[in-house]
């Protein structure tokens, strides 16, 4: 037998992109007849990309003992193999341009006839994303094929249509030569995942078109130019403009600009003889100019998000419902940017980016981050083989979506190195498109790009490159480049878990240099896959959970959103700091100050509330007269005369708000933009330090005030009849994803080595004297010579006691403490908490800007956050007192002097850190109360920098003082 070996390599291990398909060109809906192909297809999954077709393509085949899949999907998601997570792994050898003999091919079909009154002439079939390369077929001819699975494909298919029973297949292999060029972190999903739709053509109609609207921010005056091929006119009748020739520029006057603040669209058509083409134009100019990045001449912040397409049962395969979903609420939260990170989104997400108004990123389906992995031997980016590949990557983007006003920057994609073909993306791209400026993060020294731009660097080199005085690079000339360019960061603040901390420290630095224009949080929304336990308890997975060989785990959790869209905690302070107004009340002068942090909007739209709280309870309210602030203004707002605050009433605060004073297309009426608040005076509701209760010894048992202790070893028991497990010193807490940090400094690692996970705690001495009980002891870790010296002094009065902790490190102490407080054991019925501090949300150091002073109340599990892998959430922050109740009101108040940290849960935190999902995590019988003095900060260095030295929290001598009373 001989053997035979392959001289032509098959499609799939093609460098060449595709054969067969037409032309790229703009993306728009018109009056000619299209025919939407989504729905239920036939589908069969083989395992090989060899695997022959059977004679599928036939019309004639029996497709009748096929699965059915619908259209768009993903084959994983609907039973057909499994997802797989790799961040910037190949899930297969790096080998380009071959994929393992083991290739997931999943076979379509699809039957369908043309309507009766279906055109003459002209068709094509539009594929908007197959993941990642399909051959399709359509009535036994073959069509060609294609790649470049976030970007649409069309095949002239006029000649072969029938009125009835056309047979449409497509093979569709999971992956392929294009796999190398699109290793973006995030769920390996195959299939025809996107719209797929039949487009009648007319002969004398618009094959493509690009909208040129600039905006002169001198005069005020717009200009239109549409170019096109067609013998096409434009009529804008709000402008006056009727019928006008296509291929001119027209001065249309005074127009309303586009912004992200302000998307104002003037709805025109385009229109030949045979079809007409409804634009939406949007009047803008965007340059880099003098160092910045501009829009209509002025500098833009961009408070942005990094954006993959994500559902929890879909994967990407987006409904416009979710996409719609998503970009109300990054408006509703204060977003005004996107990048569409790592490829080109749905092109109905951009549509919606034009009309609520989010500047765009636009990035190209692009990254060959595993070649990093081998020191980028091979890489693509720098291989004449790849360039027509990644060349018309480019061009089906920059084709699709050249007329959005909302994508003001070209993106040429992701963590893909350097190279020619990179620059050559970026050179063709300015020619095609001059008005749109160029990003590329993965080039240092950004010769062919006009924004300096990186990720997750630290506040202080963004300070430094603010002040231009960022590192030299080897050639002076890319350094006098990238030192006349804006700054942006693409990616930072990673979002896993816990965090991100430093939110409100990287504003800071946008705000204090004209450099730093802004950038996007990782990322929008936590990739994970909803799974349902057979009692329907649901979770979600992440990388690991479908028994991947090689994989990332829930480092593709890291959104702002959980999978299920609900806000995380990270979003909600986003918001915060990201206020399009600034509100800083000052009640000793009685006065209010607002600041619009806008680029474009002024405050119009806007209505402001005071009102001033006692003890977190409305005392007194009232609307604020604030004259409407331009863009950037500041102005200073007389309060009405406030009510004396009495000594004892409780804390007052005096608290402004601006809210939408109408309903608005992304949020009702009443929606709040920004807040402010303000200690007004008063002082909390807490009674003295509680003193003069003598210890009284009785039979096997202390008492002290409205408490019993163990006599011996002073170990606290009851309260009031309530039994408690005794509060003991506790310096650990459930690692986050960011103090694991995976591609930082793991401050994990080393509490771990220095076993602040098993503390044990030895008794030096119980004493008790005329009015306390004093109970020290050491507390340390096997295996180590480091340990705390804890001394908590119980005091108290009939019905109060009193526990004063205070701590001091014994030895050198190589690392910040997690956290410093006690751990407790509550009864399981006192699982509802009412407390007056910060909240409603968990805070840490470094992310507590939303947190407001109030009273608050929430049940035990309430106080949880699921983050997709368990770990340490739920702090609340600054508690002046908290009381813990059961359904009969009776339960414990613990009272702060003055503050404290408090988190509640019913499992310990051994649970909490051995958990791999939150479903896992079993209630107790008992409550774990943990009060803090303060918490290590959060930090974001699961990607990033970790913790800034101000939000550390230091080995020291520190003191907390508690005190408990019974609730009756
Ligand atoms: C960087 C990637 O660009 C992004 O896609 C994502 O993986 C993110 O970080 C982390 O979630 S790569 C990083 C290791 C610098």
């Not at 009102?611 to 309870?617: A, K, Q, Y």
């Amino acid at each position: 037998m001989t053997s035979t070996h392959q001289e032509c390599p098959p499609y799939y291990e093609s460098h060449t992109p595709s054969s067969g398909i037409r032309p790229a060109r703009a993306r728009f809906e018109s009056d000619a007849a299209e025919l939407d192909l989504n729905g239920t297809w036939r589908f069969r999954l083989l395992p090989r990309a060899d695997a022959p077709t059977g004679g599928f393509e036939d019309p004639e085949f029996d497709d009748s003992k096929w699965h059915t899949l619908p259209v768009p999907a993903h084959w994983q998601l609907h039973g057909h193999g499994r997802p797989a997570y790799t961040n910037i792994s190949y899930p297969f050898p790096i080998d380009p341009p071959h994929v393992p003999d083991d290739n997931p091919t999943g076979d379509y079909r699809r039957v369908f006839d043309l309507p009766g009154d279906w055109p003459q002439g002209p068709a094509v079939l539009r594929f908007e994303g197959v993941d990642s390369c399909f051959a399709v077929w359509l009535n036994g001819t073959r069509l060609g094929h294609s790649t470049g699975s976030r970007l649409p494909t069309e095949f002239d298919v006029a000649a072969l249509l029938r009125l009835r029973g056309n047979t449409l297949a497509v093979r569709v292999h999971q992956f392929s030569a294009a796999s190398y060029l699109e290793d973006q972190d995030m769920w390996w999903l195959s299939g025809i995942f996107r719209d797929v739709r039949l487009l009648s053509r007319p002969t004398a109609g618009i094959d493509d078109f690009f909208v040129h609207a600039g905006y002169d921010h001198t005069t005020g005056t717009g200009t239109l130019r549409v170019d096109t091929d067609a013998e096409a006119r434009i009529t804008v009748a709000e402008l006056g403009l009727v019928e006008a020739p296509a291929n001119t520029t027209h001065e249309v006057g005074p127009v309303d600009p586009w912004s992200a603040e302000v998307p104002r669209l003037y709805h025109g058509v385009l229109a030949t003889t045979a079809e007409r083409v409804p634009v939406r134009v949007g009047f803008r100019t965007v340059d880099v100019s003098g160092g910045t990045l501009r829009v209509n001449g002025r500098p833009l912040t961009l408070r942005g998000v990094n954006r993959h397409e994500w559902h929890p049962d879909h994967g990407r395969a987006l409904d416009h419902a979710t996409m719609r979903e998503d970009a109300l609420l990054m408006k509703r939260h204060n977003i005004n940017a996107v990048r569409t990170s790592h490829y080109p989104p749905h092109p109905d997400f951009l549509d919606l980016c034009d009309e609520y108004g989010l500047w765009v990123i636009d990035e190209c389906d692009l990254e060959t981050h595993g070649f990093e992995q081998v020191g980028w031997r091979g890489n693509p980016s720098d291989d004449a083989r790849w360039g027509e590949a990644m060349l018309q990557r480019m061009r089906r983007m920059v084709e699709r979506d050249k007329n959005h006003p909302s994508v003001i920057l070209w993106s040429l994609g992701n963590e893909s190195g350097t190279g020619q073909n990179l620059r050559t993306m970026a050179e063709w791209t300015r020619q095609r498109d001059p008005g749109r400026p160029i990003h590329y993060e993965g080039d240092p020294d950004s010769p062919y790009v006009d924004v300096y731009s990186r990720m997750y660097t630290p506040h202080g080199e963004v300070d430094a490159i603010g002040r231009h005085a960022e590192p030299t690079t080897a050639d002076p000339a890319n350094d006098a480049h990238r030192r006349s360019l804006p700054f942006v960061l693409c990616e930072y603040a990673h979002a896993m878990g816990t965090g991100p901390g430093g939110l409100a420290d990287y504003r800071d630095l946008f705000e204090s240099h004209d450099r730093c224009q802004g950038g996007f949080v990782w990322e929008w929304i936590d990739h994970g896959i909803r799974r349902r336990e057979p009692d329907g308890t649901e979770w979600f997975a992440y990388g690991g959970d479908f028994g991947e060989e090689l994989h990332d785990g829930n480092f593709v959790a890291d959104g702002l959103l959980f999978p299920d869209r609900e806000p995380s905690p990270g979003l909600v302070e986003l918001a915060k700091i990201h206020e399009p107004v600034r509100i800083k009340p000052h009640p000793e002068s009685g006065t209010v100050r607002v600041t619009n942090t806008r680029d474009f909007a002024d405050t119009s739209g806007l209505t402001f509330h005071w009102s001033l709280t006692r003890e977190g309870t409305v005392a007194v309210e009232g609307h604020l007269d604030v004259d409407v602030l331009p863009p950037g203004g500041t102005t200073e707002v007389e309060l009405p005369r406030l009510p004396e605050t009495p000594e004892t009433g409780g804390e007052t605060w005096l608290d402004v708000r601006a809210v939408l004073d109408r309903e608005c297309p992304w949020a009702p009426e009443g929606h709040e933009v920004a807040w402010g608040q303000a200690l007004a005076g008063g002082a909390p509701l807490l009674r003295p330090v509680p003193a003069g209760a003598d210890p009284a010894r009785g039979e096997g048992v202390l008492t002290l005030g409205p408490a019993t202790f163990d006599p011996d070893s002073g170990a606290l028991r009851t309260i009031s009849g309530i039994a408690v497990t005794p509060p003991r010193l506790d310096l650990w807490r459930a690692p986050t994803d960011n103090d694991h940090a995976r591609h930082g400094v793991s401050v994990a690692a080393e509490w771990r080595r220095i076993g602040l996970d098993r503390l044990t705690e030895r008794h030096i001495a119980t004493t008790v004297d005329d009015d306390a009980l004093v109970v020290r002891t050491r507390v340390a870790a096997a295996a180590s010579d480091l340990g705390t010296l804890v001394t908590y002094t119980w005091s108290g009065d009939a019905d109060r006691l009193l526990l004063t902790l205070d701590t001091e490190p014994d030895g050198t102490w190589p690392c910040p403490l997690p956290r410093l407080g006690v751990h407790l054991g509550l009864p399981p019925e006192l699982g509802t908490v009412e407390w007056f501090g910060r909240g409603p949300g968990e805070a840490y150091p470094d992310i507590r800007r939303a947190a407001r002073v109030g009273r608050h109340t929430r049940t035990v599990d309430e106080l949880q956050t699921p983050y997709l892998r368990p770990q340490e959430n739920g702090n609340r922050t600054d508690t002046r007192w908290a009381c813990f109740r059961a359904a009969d009101g009776t339960g414990l108040r613990v009272e702060g002097h003055p503050v404290f940290d408090f988190s509640a849960r019913r499992w310990s935190t051994h649970a909490l850190d051995r958990a791999q999902h939150p479903h896992e995590l079993t209630p107790e019988e008992r409550i774990h109360l943990h009060l803090d003095l303060a918490h290590n900060g959060i930090g974001s260095a699961s990607c990033g920098p970790g913790v800034l030295p101000r939000y550390r929290l230091h080995a020291a001598p520190h003191r907390l003082r508690l005190a408990f009373a019974p609730l009756r």
